[in-house]
C-alpha cells in the first residue's frame, strides 16, 4: 500500500516511527507538509498537491496534525476523504477533539465521566462559577493550551479569582475545573486503536508540579488499568469518532474521570513505557480496514 503521513517534521520520533513500521511491512510511506499543499477542489475530479507533485494513489492516511494547523491540515484531510482514501483519524472526529469545550459536551452528552467543569465569558460570573466547581483549590485551563501550557493550579479563592480576571481581561477562552486531589499529580494515558486500549501508561508529575504531561519534566511508567478504566477510555474516543486516540484521565474517589482525548497522541514515551510496537499496531489497523469504504462521513 502506499500511505501517506500528514507531519510537519520528518525527523519526529512518532512520524520516524510510523514511517519505520509502514517500510518494514512492505509498504510505501510518504511524508507530507500539509502546510505545504494546495488543492484543486472541484466535483469531477478533486486533487491536492504537493511541492508541484499532484498526490494521487494513496491507500491511506496517518494525520499527525499540529494543533497550531488544526484547521489547515483539517481542510487537506478533507480533501484527500472527498478522493475516498482511508484516514486513520477522520477530519471532523480531529476537529471536535481539539475543540476543549465542545469534546467536553460531547462526552457530558454520552454519560462519559469527567471532572465538573465550568464556562463563562465575563468577570461578574467568577464567583458564581467558581462555587460551581466545589470552590478553590480548582484548574483553570486555557481552551487553546496544549501540552500542559496555560494551565494554572489556584489553590485559594483570593487566587482563583485573581488569575480568572486576569485570563477574562485578555479575552482569552478559559475553563475551570474542579481539582482532583486524590489523582495525586498522576494521570494515565490510555492509547485506543480501533476499539481497544492496546497500550497504557502513568504519568507522574515532577517534584512540586502539578501537570502531568512528559514535555513539562513528568515521568512514565507502565500499569495496569482496570476494566471501567478500559470502557471509560473506549467510550471517550468513541464519542469523538476517532480510531486512534491518546485517552488521558484521572483516578478518582468516583472513578475514572476524562480529562482530553489526543487525536494525534505521541508514540515515544508510551512505546518507551509499555515496549509495545505502538506504531507497528497503527499500520496493521490500517491493513485491516483501509479497503473499507469511507463514503459515510458524518456531517458537522
Known sequence: MKIGILSQDANLYSTRRLREACQQRGHEAVIINALRCYMNINSV??????????????????????????????????????????????????????????????????????????????????????????????????????????????ETQKAAESVIEAFMGLKAHIMVQEYIEEAGGADIRCFVIGDKVIASMKRQAAEGEFRSNLHRGG???????????????????????????GVDLLRSKRGPLIMEVNSSPGLEGIEAATGKDIAGMIIDYIEKNAGKSRRHLQNQ
Open 219 to 245: 515521568s512514565a511508567s507502565l500499569v495496569r488499568i482496570t476494566p471501567e478504566e478500559r470502557k471509560t477510555a473506549i467510550a471517550a474516543a468513541k464519542a469523538m469518532g476517532l480510531s486512534v486516540a
Open 45 to 154: 475530479q478533486p486533487s491536492i498537491h504537493f511541492e508541484g507533485t499532484d498526490l494521487i494513489g494513496f491507500d491511506a492516511i496517518i494525520p499527525r496534525i499540529g494543533s497550531d494547523i488544526t484547521f489547515y491540515g483539517c481542510a487537506v484531510l478533507r480533501q484527500f476523504e472527498m478522493m475516498d482514501v482511508f484516514s486513520v483519524n477522520q477530519s471532523i472526529a480531529i476537529s471536535r477533539s481539539r475543540d476543549k469545550l465542545r469534546s467536553l459536551q460531547l462526552l457530558s452528552r454520552q454519560g462519559v465521566g469527567m471532572p465538573i467543569t465550568g464556562f463563562a465569558s465575563k468577570p461578574d460570573d467568577v464567583l458564581d462559577l467558581i462555587k460551581m466547581v466545589g470552590g478553590a483549590p480548582l484548574v483553570i485551563k486555557l481552551l487553546e493550551g496544549t501540552q500542559g501550557i496555560g494551565v494554572v493550579l489556584a
